[in-house]
């Protein structure tokens, strides 16, 4: 029996950071995306999406479990993957994502894949910093990076 495939879905979900649309594709996550249009909906995925992002900011969540299915080249994949390995509320320079991928000299490949991360907050792509401790630019907006660094650091 031939698998079906699930439509394009997509939800708009208010946060204390601003308006996040989640778009769901194929039984997963597939974009986060800062600002939207007040849409929705139905997906199960997405249900389950937007109940995490709410257990995140209710601090009740560190770590999601969604099914995420970013789409990149092979390079980006592995440096969002690293990326997610970042434990809640710490940080990681850019150079210690390049040397965890083996590839000391990567910094700037590293830093052009994570500001293209369709799924900011799944893949925390806001704990990656600049070596000096900067930091450094966020789809989100800087106020929002210092925010959601702020609200993990202090739990």
């Known amino acids: 029996m031939e698998k079906t495939r699930d439509k394009l ?3 708009f979900v208010e946060t204390p950071i601003g308006p996040v649309t989640l778009v769901a594709d194929d039984g997963a996550l597939i974009e986060a995306r800062f600002g939207g249009f007040p849409i929705s909906h ?10 995490e992002l709410r ?3 209710l601090r009740e969540r560190r770590a999601f479990d969604v099914p995420l299915a970013p789409r990149g080249t ?10 997610r390995r970042i434990p809640y509320g710490e940080t ?18 590293v830093g052009r894949a994570n500001n293209r991360n369709p ?7 806001h ?4 070596r000096d401790g900067s ?11 210092k925010w959601l660094l702020r609200m993990e650091q202090e739990q």
Do not use: H, T
Not at 75 to 82: A, G, H, T
């Open 119 to 125: 799924l900011p907050l799944f893949v925390p792509c």
């Open 9 to 11: 879905a997509c939800r």
């Open 55 to 57: 257990e995140y900011f």
């Open 92 to 109: 990681r320079a850019y150079i210690d994502i390049a040397r965890a991928l083996g590839n000391e000299k990567a910094c700037r490949a």
């Open 135 to 145: 930091l450094v630019g966020y789809a989100g907006g800087m106020a929002a990076k």
């Open 127 to 130: 704990r990656v910093i600049g």
């Open 74 to 83: 092979p390079f980006q994949l592995s440096v969002w993957e690293e990326v």
């Open 42 to 51: 139905e997906s199960a995925v997405l249900d389950q999406a937007e109940r």
